[in-house]
């Protein structure tokens, strides 16, 4: 079993604080799991920081001077620390078992 920390510098987006904060969270697991050594099974944060938060806002025209309407999209970049515990396969011994079918069990077993 290896265990080793790592920062992951994440961003979300979304039309609400609370989507692009899910987003970016939703990443974690992603992150940590892809450069991890061997099989990830449990990936924990330690620390969050939050780097930047965004608010684009813009007002839309319909032809260019009726119905205006404002749209609001929010953009979050976090820090994450996280330990990830991983399990080497190559490690590990498995037994061979082999198993020989008589033609019938063959027949029997085939669908």
Known sequence: MNTSERTLRLTGTGPTKERAFGAAMR????????????IAFRVEPLSLDVLSA?????????????????????????????????????????????ERLTPAQHLLHMR
């Open 54 to 98: 965004v608010e684009h806002r813009r007002t839309e025209r319909f032809l260019g001077i009726l119905f205006a309407r404002k749209r609001v999209h929010f953009e979050i970049t976090v820090r994450v620390r996280v330990r990830v515990t991983s399990l080497d396969l190559d490690g590990v011994d498995f037994a061979v078992r082999e």
């Open 27 to 38: 990443q974690v697991q992603s992150a940590a799991t892809g450069e991890a050594d061997g």
